[in-house]
């Protein structure tokens, strides 16, 4: 088992920045890919990005490429998402998830991760 708290969100403006974090407890060495998800109201929970964590492969959604940062400090047992220049369309529940097993494609499918925070709201006003 993997207990994940995410935490660091908040509004903001258009072209601001925030760093949302995750804390990892629990088995965490159980962990192939750790990522962030993203959710709005009516709408599907999409994935942000991905990292490996035994090593520093990474995934971006297109929509965020170039704007965020996905990066982990594995002594802390913490994931980090570095937000700039944020959309108003960037506002959703984001979410911090866990993968137990290999993934071999389509790394951003929410299908593929078990383990999920409580996720922390994030509002870019215009």
């Known amino acids: 088992q993997v207990q994940l708290v995410e935490s660091g969100g908040g509004s903001v403006q258009a072209g601001g920045s925030l760093r949302l974090s995750c804390a990892a407890s629990g088995d965490t060495s159980s962990s192939r890919w750790m990522g962030w998800f993203r959710q709005s109201p009516g709408k599907q929970r999409d994935g942000v990005a991905v990292?490996?964590?035994?090593?520093?492969?990474?995934y971006y959604a297109d929509s965020v490429k170039g704007r965020f940062t996905i990066f982990q400090d594995n002594a802390k047992n913490t994931l980090y998402l570095q937000m700039n220049s944020l959309k108003p369309e960037d506002t959703a529940m984001y979410y911090c998830?866990?993968?137990?097993?290999?993934?071999?494609?389509?790394?951003?499918?929410?299908?593929?991760?078990?383990?999920w925070g409580q996720g922390t709201q994030v509002t870019v006003s215009s």
């Open positions: 990292i490996n964590t035994g090593g520093d492969t990474t």
């Open positions: 998830a866990a993968a137990p097993g290999p993934i071999w494609a389509a790394h951003l499918v929410s299908v593929y991760y078990t383990y």
